[in-house]
């Protein structure tokens, strides 16, 4: 199967493009918080529900303002030359570890705000974004972005001579390294369903650690194989090193949530 992007413009009003990757990047942001008001609704049998909606702000605004920033700043030379191109987004450019970051904060100014629990706010959001970020990296597949290595298997990604990286001028065919974390996401998403629903109420975090751990793996061996990553840090991917960092920092606040249960229960 050839996978093969029909173009970034989904359609033009009065000459004006709308992009596949801004169409998929506001479904996916509904799409999230649409999961996350239903699983807080379904798990913890919260009358506040709603108040997911007036929550999701926090977390939209500073988890896109979050991933362009960390975008550009891997993507430092460029932006440095060209300061104004910071501004547009609209042809692509949000990294998910900034996204993630800063709707972390985001979520902890709604939780004070709103009075609400802040860890089983993260764990109801862990299960709306996996399966946003599934969805968000078809984005990636309209714009010819997140491609990995010259393949020519079963499942192959045509690239336009345009969008090749130099020296691959003469490569047709790679991996298709977007499609393989979307499938990955997705995944993750129906475990994340599963302990929250067994575990959420009891175990308030644990959703979040595991959400975090499992992605970041992913993202970490889906990573080896891009070619188009932002930046390199002795040969190694910046989305590796920050992937393997999220996972000891998730590993660690599992190991405290746990102990900190188990003290709770004991006493």
């Given at each position: 199967m050839i996978l093969k992007s029909p173009g970034d413009v989904f359609f033009t009003?009065?000459?004006?493009?709308?992009?596949?990757?801004?169409?998929?990047?506001?479904?996916?942001?509904?799409?999230?918080?649409?999961?996350?008001?239903?699983?807080?609704?379904?798990?913890?049998?919260?009358?506040?529900?709603d108040l997911i909606w007036e929550v999701s702000p926090f977390v939209l605004i500073l988890g896109i303002l979050g991933a362009r920033l960390y975008y550009c700043l891997v993507n430092y030379t460029y932006y440095f030359q060209n300061p104004f191109e910071i501004f547009y987004i609209r042809g692509g450019g949000?990294?998910?570890?900034?996204?993630?970051?800063?709707?972390?904060?985001?979520?902890?100014?709604?939780?004070?705000?709103?009075?609400m629990s802040f860890l089983r706010l993260l764990d109801v959001?862990?299960?709306?974004?996996?399966?946003?970020?599934?969805?968000?990296?078809?984005?990636?597949?309209?714009?010819?972005?997140?491609?990995?290595?010259?393949?020519?298997?079963?499942?192959?990604?045509?690239?336009?001579?345009?969008?090749?990286?130099?020296?691959?001028?003469?490569?047709?065919?790679?991996?298709p390294a977007f499609l393989y974390e979307s499938i990955a996401d997705f995944l993750i998403f129906l475990i994340l369903l599963f302990v929250i629903k067994k575990f959420g109420v009891k175990f308030e975090?644990?959703?979040?650690?595991i959400y975090l751990m499992l992605y970041s793996l992913a993202r970490f061996f889906v990573e080896d194989l891009r070619l188009d990553s932002a930046m390199n840090v002795g040969g190694i991917?910046?989305?590796?090193?920050?992937?393997?960092?999220?996972?000891?920092?998730?590993?660690?606040?599992?190991?405290?949530?746990?102990f900190k249960k188990r003290r709770d229960l004991i006493n």
């Amino acid at each position: 199967m050839i996978l093969k992007s029909p173009g970034d413009v989904f359609f033009t009003v009065f000459n004006f493009p709308v992009y596949y990757y801004g169409v998929i990047l506001a479904l996916s942001c509904l799409v999230a918080v649409y999961i996350a008001k239903i699983v807080y609704e379904k798990v913890y049998q919260d009358a506040r529900a709603d108040l997911i909606w007036e929550v999701s702000p926090f977390v939209l605004i500073l988890g896109i303002l979050g991933a362009r920033l960390y975008y550009c700043l891997v993507n430092y030379t460029y932006y440095f030359q060209n300061p104004f191109e910071i501004f547009y987004i609209r042809g692509g450019g949000l990294s998910i570890h900034g996204g993630i970051i800063a709707g972390i904060l985001g979520l902890w100014l709604a939780a004070k705000k709103y009075k609400m629990s802040f860890l089983r706010l993260l764990d109801v959001f862990s299960v709306g974004t996996v399966f946003a970020q599934g969805l968000g990296r078809w984005g990636n597949f309209f714009n010819n972005e997140a491609f990995g290595s010259p393949h020519d298997g079963l499942v192959k990604l045509f690239v336009p001579l345009s969008q090749r990286p130099s020296g691959y001028e003469n490569v047709e065919y790679f991996h298709p390294a977007f499609l393989y974390e979307s499938i990955a996401d997705f995944l993750i998403f129906l475990i994340l369903l599963f302990v929250i629903k067994k575990f959420g109420v009891k175990f308030e975090g644990l959703t979040l650690c595991i959400y975090l751990m499992l992605y970041s793996l992913a993202r970490f061996f889906v990573e080896d194989l891009r070619l188009d990553s932002a930046m390199n840090v002795g040969g190694i991917h910046i989305a590796q090193i920050i992937s393997a960092v999220i996972f000891v920092f998730a590993f660690l606040m599992f190991l405290v949530l746990f102990f900190k249960k188990r003290r709770d229960l004991i006493n």
